[in-house]
């Protein structure tokens, strides 16, 4: 069975475009869930650094901490 060279290559680049669709698809799936996990890194360090102000504070309530920049 011959197919005409036209759709041969016609089928080749569509399956080319799906691949890198895929690719670009995961790779921003990717991209996505890396950024969550950075916003929730610097969101759980802000919060440790607001704790060990308040643990420090109550251990040594004389004490004047300025509190710490973010």
């Known amino acids: 069975m011959h197919f005409h060279p ?4 016609l089928a080749g680049w569509i ?3 799906w691949v890198v669709w895929q690719v670009v698809k ?3 799936h ?5 950024l969550a996990l ?3 890194s610097i969101s759980s360090m802000s919060v440790l650094g607001q ?3 308040i643990i420090m504070l ?3 309530p004389k004490l ?3 509190p710490a920049p973010l």
């Open 6 to 9: 036209i759709i041969v290559l």
């Open 15 to 17: 399956a080319f475009a």
């Open 26 to 28: 995961n790779s921003m």
């Open 30 to 34: 990717v991209v996505k869930n890396s």
């Open 38 to 40: 950075i916003g929730k």
């Open 51 to 53: 704790l060990q102000q």
């Open 58 to 60: 109550e251990d040594h």
């Open 64 to 66: 004047d901490i300025p």
